[in-house]
């Protein structure tokens, strides 16, 4: 005993001290949503010539690497994702428009002949092209004679001298000198003024130089330095740019922008900000609540609260994980998480000591730990599956709620099952507390649940009673969706999502007005915050875009871009079945792992309670108007995690009276078991709930939807656990056969 009793005290100090330095020297990398900057996802194109495979892909990433190394944007992050996607990150960049035409263009550059002006509706002939040059003027081009493979590199130059401003300068090699020469030498055969002598320079498709070649040079002879001089009234950023893609190379395929999010600094500053004022104001009233409702267990559980809080920053920054505004969600929500393991624990350790097993408190503790681990265990494998489902079927932020989350989950049973028993353990040997038992907060079972044991309820003598209130919640709820409709979010139909911050506040309805005035007829307007205002429409183009920014300006007296999504409608698609398959996907893993747990129809019952939840909470939403989007997606995950888990104690308790009292009935044992896993689901509770409402108040207009349908969740989710799940369980015969069988056997 005193030597496991060392090695978990061992075990959590190295622990404590290596989480420690982690957190002191290795930093926490913040996505795009809370350092602000630009997110594009772009998608590879097959032609008729070339197939976007995998390959492709990969050639297309490098030569963006090198566009956006060329731009300077600081710690840029580019990944593949499947085998046509690019996702491109660019912190700091504020104008998405430019990056995405930098980056999406194919850069095809080609240097052709000019064979003359091309005549009115004359066809081009076999191998040529018919484009207009800068002055409008329509050329007859001939084939390539250069592509941009021949190009060794370009740079933009300002020539003050000359007073020709900005150029681009183009070196060839070794290959393209020579083919640079004999173009230039069989046009300037052609005499002077004639369009023959002029070398069109293409890029995607448009002329952008088209430059007579100079009288000096002679015919047949050429230029021969191997560079040329692109000039074309440039500014220089027009310059730069187009040095930039010719260097850069050309894209192996054409790329499609899906989906882009760019979120200003501000915003990210702010949610941070509210984030931990939320994560300190809820962590402080937790700590409050269980110390009052534990005493000095609830002392050490508080310290444990806040070892768990360096754990789980320190595995954060070790496994180089990105923290998203979701996941510090996920981080704040599993503060409140963390208390279940911990009352749990001392929950049953109190049950030891009423009933004299145990006539100290520190056995009674021991036996505590022991006889919890079964339904800690049970509940946070169930809540790690939500999470890693988050992980590998969704995407960007809700993927990060989803590491978060489970990390958090990881933490909070380390901190529970280690440094609050090694603390707990250490404070009952004590001699002044063993003479204090009351002091731990073990000596008694709580009021309420001593006026529950008293009154003895017959919760579950006519469970249908519950099935029939939980059908009625159920058409309540679920009619939202047929009466107000599911209002889905831009993530999954696709479109456009632009938060402006405007100088003064402006009434939604004015200002769906005006933009139905303005061409946007079917825009969504809500406010956000004080002076703030959302616009959601179908895909739009850049110059919508800014008519929308200039609409809302005008009504505002300004307004800043705070926040702008792009979904295309194909992306929208694929991640509205990505949701309905995470759906299924969750509820299937649910009931084989409590099927494994324990019995089939133990597992369909807590299945059935959990869908229950999630029509409840998606009906709820749709009622209120709220959007369906990746972050409710994140929340729904988590509730059917977290009400499985009191769905899991239930059952784990009522698996344990079952083998204890073999001939009682099912019904009595259903009452049982749940008067005495109440008090834990209700303190449970209590600590998510009291994280939560910090989160709705305190954290900000991004987080408030996700506490929300959190908070919802939870109390939907205790609710059905208790009346949903165990008369189903009932009605379903999931405790009676197993009785009959043991009465006929003892008969």
Request: glycine share 10%; hydrophobic share 50%; charged share 20%.
């Amino acid at each position: 005993m005193i030597r496991s009793a060392r090695v978990r005290a061992l075990f959590a100090l190295t622990v404590l001290a290596l989480s420690l330095y982690i957190a002191v020297t290795v930093p926490v990398r913040l996505g795009l949503d809370l350092r602000g900057g630009t997110q594009i996802v772009l998608e590879t194109r097959s032609t008729p010539t070339a197939r976007a495979d995998r390959a492709a892909t990969d050639r297309t990433l490098e030569v963006l690497r090198g566009r956006v190394d060329a731009l300077g944007v600081a710690e840029p992050t580019l990944v593949r994702s499947g085998a046509h996607r690019i996702v491109v990150e660019l912190p700091g960049v504020q104008d998405p428009k430019e990056a995405a035409g930098v980056l999406g263009r194919t850069a095809q550059l080609t240097v052709h002949p000019v064979l003359g002006p091309a005549g009115n509706g004359a066809p081009a002939g076999r191998g040529e092209q018919v484009l207009a040059d800068k002055s409008g003027q329509k050329l007859r081009l001939a084939a390539s004679a250069l592509t941009g493979q021949d190009v060794k590199g370009a740079d933009a130059r300002f020539d003050a001298q000359s007073g020709a401003g900005w150029h681009v300068t183009v070196d060839f090699d070794r290959a393209g000198r020579d083919r640079w020469a004999k173009l230039t030498g069989q046009a300037a055969c052609s005499p002077a003024g004639d369009p023959a002598r002029r070398i069109a320079i293409v890029l995607d498709g448009r002329i952008i130089s088209a430059p007579q070649v100079d009288p000096s040079v002679g015919c047949g002879t050429g230029i021969t330095g191997g560079s040329t001089q692109i000039t074309g009234s440039f500014d220089d950023r027009e310059a730069r740019e187009l040095a930039l893609l010719i260097s850069g190379g050309a894209l192996p395929v054409p790329v499609e922008t899906v989906e882009q999010h760019t979120v200003g600094p501000t915003l990210g500053a702010r949610a941070i900000a509210a984030s931990a004022w939320a994560a300190a104001v809820g962590t402080a009233l937790t700590a409050l609540f269980i110390v009052v409702m534990y005493r000095l267990m609830g002392v050490l559980a508080a310290v444990a609260l806040l070892s768990y809080g360096l754990i789980s920053y320190a595995a954060l920054a070790a496994l180089g994980a990105t923290l998203t505004l979701p996941g510090l969600a996920g981080f704040v929500l599993a503060i409140g998480m963390a208390v279940d393991a911990n009352v749990l624990v001392f929950e049953r350790a109190r049950e030891e000591y009423a009933a004299r097993h145990r006539p100290t408190a520190r056995s009674a503790l021991t036996a505590g730990f022991r006889n919890a681990f079964s339904a800690i265990a049970d509940s946070n494998v169930t809540t790690l599956i939500a999470a890693g489902l988050l992980f590998f079927l969704a995407s960007g932020p809700v993927r990060g709620f989803g590491v978060t989350l489970g990390i958090g989950v990881l933490a909070s049973m380390v901190s529970a099952l280690v440094v609050t028993r090694v603390l707990a353990d250490f404070a009952v040997a004590r001699r002044w507390v063993h003479r204090r038992p009351r002091l731990t907060g073990l000596a008694t079972t709580g009021r309420v649940r001593d006026a529950l044991e008293r009154r003895g309820p017959r919760l579950m003598r006519r469970p249908r009673r519950w099935l029939a209130v939980s059908a009625v919640a159920l058409v309540l709820a679920g009619s939202g969706l047929l009466v107000r409709g599911a209002d889905l979010g831009v993530e999954f139909t696709g479109g456009r999502l632009i938060e402006y911050g405007t100088a003064r506040a402006v009434d939604p309805d004015r200002a769906r007005t005006a933009l139905a005035d303005a061409g946007f007829p079917r825009a969504v307007v809500q406010s956000s915050g004080d002076k703030g205002l959302t616009v959601r429409t179908a895909e739009l183009t850049d110059a919508q875009a800014e008519r929308v920014t200039r609409t809302v300006g005008a009504l505002g007296g300004g307004a800043d871009t705070v926040r702008d999504e792009l979904i295309g409608p194909s992306m929208g698609a694929e991640l509205r079945r990505g949701a309905l398959i995470a759906l299924a996907v969750a509820l299937g893993a649910q009931l084989l792992y409590l099927a494994a747990r324990f019995r089939w129809l133990l597992g369909t019952a807590a299945v059935t309670a959990l869908a229950h939840d999630v029509v409840i909470l998606v009906g709820i939403f749709a009622w209120l108007g709220k959007p369906l989007d990746g972050v409710f997606l994140a929340a729904l995950l988590t509730v059917i995690g977290y009400s499985v888990n009191d769905s899991v104690v239930v059952f784990d308790r009522i698996r344990e009276l079952t083998r204890r009292e073999r001939g009682a009935r099912p019904a009595d044992i259903a009452d049982r078991a749940i008067v005495q896993t109440l008090p834990r689901t209700v303190n449970t509770g209590m600590g998510a709930v009291l994280i939560l409402a910090s989160l709705a108040v305190l954290g900000g207009d991004s987080l408030t939807d996700f506490a929300l349908a959190l908070l919802i969740g939870i109390v939907v989710g205790t609710y059905s656990s208790v009346f949903t799940a165990v008369p189903v369980a009932l009605e379903l015969g999931a405790l009676p056969k197993r009785q009959r069988r043991r009465r006929n056997r003892k008969d």
